[in-house]
């Protein structure tokens, strides 16, 4: 069965500094990944996305993350981060056309 | 270009009433999909609608139906409300042609049962 995990919940940082967020998914189908960010009492918004190609991809916004077939990952980077990446940070996989399987979140709080 | 637009957005409702929350797909999207996410939780698959039938279900009781319309846009319908049907109600609209691979999100409903 697909799954994702999302390594760690809470993930707090000070502001400029790098982040990562880690996340692993199971899957035996063609693996298409996806994290989207949720503000505080907002719906979700979608960061970036691995469908094929590089697997390296990036956000408008100075966020990446590796897709890594071996270790079954697709953490997300930030080099420097802002207060106002302060959010909630879900990582999904989907399994089949307009269905995702959602990891737990993991709430990113930057501190100044 | 309007994204997905849901409403309500926010909803009270009391144990074993009924309540329907709408949703509009993103302009050229086909594909609807619903998904509750519970306070702390990532979000759940419901189902989804495509050409006016329910095409997949997760694991929701049938308390829980829907329906899609022919310009796309779909209802949810959850009947008996309990306590535990408090969340954030999320439509998701793709499309199932092309890849069909990109879903984008609504900002949500939230159902208070209290």
């Known amino acids: 069965a697909q799954s994702v995990t999302q390594l760690d919940s809470q993930v707090p940082v000070f502001e400029e500094a790098p982040v990562e967020l880690r996340c692993n998914y199971s899957?035996?189908?063609?693996?298409?990944l996806f994290w989207y960010v949720q503000y505080p009492n907002q719906g979700l918004q979608l960061l970036l996305k691995?469908?094929?190609?590089?697997?390296l991809v990036e956000s408008i916004n100075g966020f990446e993350a590796e897709f890594n077939k071996s270790q079954t990952s697709f953490h997300l980077r930030k080099p420097s981060v802002h207060i106002s990446d302060t959010a909630e940070y879900f990582c999904?996989?989907?399994?089949?056309?307009?269905?995702?399987?959602f990891g737990q979140g993991t709430e990113l709080s930057v501190k100044p | 270009d309007a994204g997905v637009t849901q409403s309500p957005t926010h909803l009270i409702k009391t144990r074993g009433q009924q309540v329907t929350l709408r949703c509009s797909p993103k302009?050229?999207?086909?594909?609807v999909s619903w998904y509750q996410q519970a306070l702390g939780q990532g979000p759940q698959f419901i189902f989804q609608?495509?050409?006016?039938?329910?095409?997949q279900r997760g694991n929701f009781p049938d308390r829980f139906s829907g329906h899609q319309f022919p310009n796309y846009s779909s209802e949810l319908n959850v009947n008996a409300l309990l306590l535990g049907d408090s969340a954030l109600y999320l439509c998701?609209?793709?499309?199932?042609?092309?890849?069909?691979?990109?879903?984008?999100f609504g900002e949500g409903s939230w159902l208070t049962v209290v």
């Open positions: 998701a609209s793709s499309s199932m042609g092309g890849s069909g691979n990109t879903i984008y």
């Open positions: 899957s035996s189908v063609s693996v298409y």
């Open positions: 691995y469908l094929s190609g590089s697997t």
């Open positions: 999904a996989v989907r399994i089949e056309r307009g269905k995702l399987i």
């Open positions: 302009s050229g999207h086909d594909t």
């Open positions: 609608y495509y050409e006016e039938e329910e095409r």
